[in-house]
């Protein structure tokens, strides 16, 4: 029997089809809460849902692989290779993303100073009504940011507040936050970040100071709803002050 006159197997294409929609469900958990067609516990079970068919669509393909190894009388292997891998993936990530939440501390407020944090001005009535106000939790939330993420501190660089101010301005549009406010008077710049795939808003401010040094630029990021960031706003205050000129 020659390639072409060996059946196509039906499992093996199955288990693709069935990968394809695990995906979709996993592409679809951000958008679907980003344009208002699911709340956020709706997002969520979309990826939940997204795991289950993936788990199912890797079962299937690795049933679809063995039916159409190179001795068999059916073919479809590549199909079957393909599902497995895609449901496999479909499968791993929720999981993924669920660990790395535990790996970080359950905080969503982080800040270079966490005795006196740069305050919310022009962005504070952006705040109002949304789970996690303006104000800083304070010292409970200070000591899970210190184990945590011990190297974030306040950054001294070698340049007049004036000119500091300059630089964390164009350091904060390279960064593609949308500018709320920026006083060079009081030394404040505030911006609203917006996560690609949930489409998340979260809320930055940048405070520069005179210092012998220089200036001292302290920042602060805040995620407006979800008790833990998975990290993304200590990124985002490490990536800020890393974009700073030091010399």
Request: aromatic residues 8%; glycine residues 8%; hydrophobic residues 50%.
């Amino acid at each position: 029997m020659t390639e072409a006159q060996r059946p196509f197997s039906r499992i093996a294409l199955a288990g693709l089809v069935l990968a394809f929609i695990a995906l979709a469900l996993l592409a679809l958990a951000g958008p679907s809460y980003r344009l208002g067609w699911n709340d956020i516990r709706g997002g969520f079970e979309l990826m939940r849902w997204a795991a289950y068919c993936g788990a199912l669509a890797a079962a299937v393909s690795l049933v679809g692989c063995v039916l159409t190894r190179a001795v068999s009388a059916r073919r479809g292997l590549a199909i079957a290779t393909l599902g497995l891998v895609l449901g496999l993936v479909a499968l791993v990530m929720p999981p993924a993303m669920q660990k790395a939440a535990r790996s970080v501390p359950p905080i969503h407020d982080i800040t270079t100073d966490t005795d006196d944090p740069p305050v919310f001005v022009a962005i504070a009535p952006l705040r109002a009504g949304v789970p996690n106000g303006s104000g800083y939790a304070g010292a409970a939330v200070a000591e899970q940011q210190k184990r945590a993420y011990p190297h974030l501190r306040p950054l001294v660089i070698p340049h007049s507040p004036a000119q500091s101010f300059l630089y964390a301005e164009m350091a904060a549009a390279s960064m593609g936050w949308t500018i709320v406010a920026a006083d060079p008077a009081t030394g404040r710049i505030e911006a609203s970040a917006t996560t690609f795939w949930f489409g998340f808003t979260d809320d930055v401010v940048v405070r520069i100071r005179p210092d012998p040094g220089g200036a001292r630029i302290d920042m602060r990021s805040k995620s407006r709803i979800g008790r833990s960031d998975l990290g993304r706003n200590a990124r985002r205050v490490q990536a800020f002050l890393d974009r700073l000129p030091t010399r």
